[in-house]
T-cell receptor, first 115, second 113 residues
Framework: GAGVSQSPSNKVTEKGKDVELRCDPI?????LYWYRQSLGQGLEFLIY????????KSGLPSDRFSAERTGGSVSTLTIQRTQQEDSAVYLC?????????????FGPGTRLTVL | QKEVEQDPGPLSVPEGAIVSLNCTYS??????FMWYRQYSRKGPELLMY????GNKEDGRFTAQVDKSSKYISLFIRDSQPSDSATYLC?????????????FGGGTRLMVKP
């Protein structure tokens, strides 16, 4: 079946603008994750959804970042008033459940460049 | 100091060589260890996972965990040009609500024909 998809694949924006990044998880996966990958850095956990609720928002770097998930499926990560340090690849992953043993399947990412 | 340390490389080897990739970690609560492979402009994909200390083999790949030293390794035998990618170690606590993974920074591997 289809894997995790993300859109757009690339986004170039000007400093101060808002951006929305979309993630379509694998059908039937209840858990969804957002990570950020900066040059030379590992994947940094941002937020986790179980169904439509986000029990763990501890990884969001600032209040400019927010995320929602609707219908237990699609998720949107919104970054307001973008800054140059927000430039990174934003990766979404989904898993069947939220257990340690549930493999996380990653999408191809959205490459965000803030000028 | 990061929770998980990984040499960024790049590591360049000739085709057919044995490759050793390593990570060290500081959190003794980590019990579940994974290796992901990431090709350029793609998302990471899970290669191997293990819970316990010791070795786990899958084809040309062997994952090794030494919890006493907080050290994990991935060995690739008979390396191929198609193995050229970035390899990320990841780990989590067993009772980790939400399955949050902590990743190393990744090691870039280049296998030359």
């Amino acid at each position: 079946g289809a894997g995790v998809s993300q859109s757009p694949s690339n986004k170039v924006t000007e400093k101060g603008k808002d951006v929305e990044l979309r993630c379509d998880p694998i059908s039937g996966h209840t858990a969804l994750y957002w990570y950020r990958q900066s040059l030379g850095q590992g994947l940094e956990f941002l937020i986790y959804f179980q169904g439509n609720s986000a029990p763990d928002k501890s990884g969001l770097p600032s209040d400019r970042f927010s995320a929602e998930r609707t219908g237990g499926s699609v998720s949107t990560l919104t970054i307001q008033r973008t800054q140059q340090e927000d430039s990174a690849v934003y990766l979404c992953a989904s898993s069947l459940g939220g257990r340690t043993t549930d493999t996380q399947y990653f999408g191809p990412g959205t490459r965000l460049t803030v000028l | 100091q990061k929770e998980v340390e990984q040499d960024p490389g790049p590591l360049s080897v000739p085709e057919g060589a044995i490759v050793s990739l390593n990570c060290t970690y500081s959190n003794s609560a980590f019990q579940y260890f994974m290796w992901y492979r990431q090709y350029s402009r793609k998302g990471p994909e899970l290669l191997m996972y293990t819970y316990s200390s010791g070795n786990k083999e899958d084809g040309r790949f062997t994952a090794q965990v030494d919890k006493s030293s907080k050290y994990i390794s991935l060995f690739i035998r008979d390396s191929q040009p198609s193995d050229s990618a970035t390899y990320l170690c990841a780990m989590s606590e067993i009772n980790n609500a939400g399955n949050m993974l902590t990743f190393g920074g990744g090691t870039r591997l280049m296998v030359k024909p």
